[in-house]
């Protein structure tokens, strides 16, 4: 297994954090004088959308890859170390920040479900990056 290059990893941050942070700021500066299509319109929009441009994502890396996957189904295992490292990483975090504010049993199983619902769609486009190059792989 090869090691990733600093650079690779500087890339997909800058591609998949920095530059959509950028953008988002750069929408809402161009749409000041519009408030009310930007909260009542374009942010809904977004917010629920997410989850349908995610599946796309995914179905999409599976559809380009299904071939190599079911002709190599050892490579499932070693995608399952980084996706259960993830998800307990995440698990873990949630908890002892929940435990350390005191949160109740209810507000910790909604801080951990939004933790991961919210990492993993960054977790997806790292990989993406770090597979293919780049989103336009997509």
């Known amino acids: 297994m090869e090691a990733v290059s600093p650079s690779t990893i500087i890339e997909s941050i800058v591609m998949v954090l920095?530059?959509?942070?950028a953008m988002a700021h750069l929408t809402r500066y161009l749409l000041k004088n519009k408030q009310t299509f930007l909260n009542d319109k374009l942010i809904p929009?977004?917010?629920?959308?997410?989850?349908?441009?995610l599946a796309l994502a995914i179905t999409a890396m599976f559809a380009s890859e299904g071939s190599y996957l079911i002709n190599n189904l050892e490579i499932i295992y070693i995608l399952m170390i980084p996706v259960l490292l993830f998800f307990v990483i995440n698990f873990v975090v949630a908890q002892t920040v929940g435990k350390a504010l005191k949160f109740s049993y209810?507000?910790?199983?909604?801080l951990n479900l939004t933790v991961i619902a919210r990492n993993s769609p960054v977790a997806v486009m790292m990989v993406i990056m770090r597979h293919y190059g780049s989103p336009s792989y997509l």
């Open 18 to 21: 920095v530059i959509p942070f």
């Open 45 to 53: 929009f977004f917010s629920s959308a997410q989850i349908i441009f």
């Open 106 to 110: 209810e507000d910790t199983v909604s």
